[in-house]
């Protein structure tokens, strides 16, 4: 498969760390990835310093448009955080070593938490353009068939050779963020779902989209789960949204069909209640007490 070859060294990865941690003399809380249009989370952090990808040695490009390439140091409702600007996905060609080695540079900065965002569309048909669905669960289609970022030898360093899977998505920040979508007035917005990836860069044919609706699906996308298995890997508690920026078609008979700029058109819409979201999920994050007992 290629996929395991010229991986990054715990050394490596220690050596970027080491870099950002000089430059941006900073050890963020809680780690951003921003979906598709969703960039804009960053301009809400309070002292920002941006570092461009191409700045920083051994990092990976953007490609993709809405994905400008470069990684956001600030506070956020006072709590230090890192936003990363542009996502890497499989469909660009990169490995899936690639693809998630901004979870483990989190990790090494010293985050606990790993937010992370997606654009999507949705499947299931109560979800329209603009809802947002905070992930229960997830499906993960190109790991079923072979591409699991955490294919070959293990990285002791970071965690586990079988790490479980039944709870990615921390169930006390699902629990909050629905009550905090609630308390900002969005709760006619927000639902808990399960979300696909599929390996795109195609979007899904209709037989493709019934499919993932038999099987449970909310929504569907490119990206995001193999992030989350290597910050749960690594032990970053992890949060995760897609933002629905088109709907499904389950039917043959559509005259309309996906397309990446009415994805980032819709994401854009989102900005506003994104923003102020982000900003209370962050607050919630920092005053968190680092225990997963069930005690607090
Ligand atoms: O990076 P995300 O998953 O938010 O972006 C989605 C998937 C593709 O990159 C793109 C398709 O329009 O949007
Ligand atoms: N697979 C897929 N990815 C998306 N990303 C944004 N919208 C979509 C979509 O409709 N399907």
Redesign the pocket.
């Known amino acids: 498969m290629g996929d395991v070859e010229g991986r990054y060294t715990y050394k490596q990865l220690k050596e970027i760390a080491d870099f950002l941690k000089e430059t941006s003399k900073m050890e963020p809380k809680v780690g951003i990835i921003c ?2 249009g ?1 960039g804009t989370i960053a301009d809400a952090l309070v002292d920002p310093l941006v570092i461009n990808y191409s700045q920083i040695p051994n990092f990976p490009r953007s490609t ?1 448009k ?2 400008s390439g470069s990684l956001v140091f600030g506070c956020l409702s006072c709590v230090p955080v890192v936003v990363m600007k542009g ?1 890497f ?1 499989f ?1 660009e060609g990169y490995p899936m070593w690639k693809v998630t080695m901004p979870c483990r540079i989190f990790k090494l900065l010293g985050c606990s938490y790993l937010f992370v ?4 569309g949705s499947i299931n048909p109560k979800y329209k353009v603009g809802d947002i669905i905070v992930l229960r669960d997830h499906i993960y289609y190109v790991g079923l068939s072979g591409y699991n970022p955490l294919r070959g030898p293990n990285e002791w360093e970071f965690g586990p050779r079988f790490p479980p899977t039944s709870n990615c998505y921390d169930v006390d920040l699902r629990k909050a963020g629905m009550r905090i979508a609630k308390e900002l007035g969005y709760e006619d917005r927000f639902y808990e779902g399960v979300y696909a990836a599929l390996a ?2 195609s ?1 899904e044919s209709v037989a493709e989209a019934r499919m993932l609706l038999k099987c449970g699906v909310d929504s569907v ?4 789960i193999p992030e989350v298995l290597v910050a749960v890997h690594c032990g970053l508690t992890v949060f995760g949204i897609s933002i629905v ?1 088109e709907e499904g078609n389950l039917e043959w008979a559509v005259t309309k069909v ?1 397309n ?1 700029l009415e ?1 980032l058109a819709a994401a854009q819409a989102m900005e506003k209640p994104l923003r102020e979201f982000v900003t209370a999920m962050v607050k919630f994050m920092g005053n968190k007490k680092p225990c997963r007992c069930g005690c607090c």
Request: aromatic share 8%.
């Open positions: 979906g598709s969703l993709v809405g994905h996502r996905h469909y965002s997606n654009a999507a795109g860069p979007y996308g490119m990206s995001t920026t996906p990446h994805v």
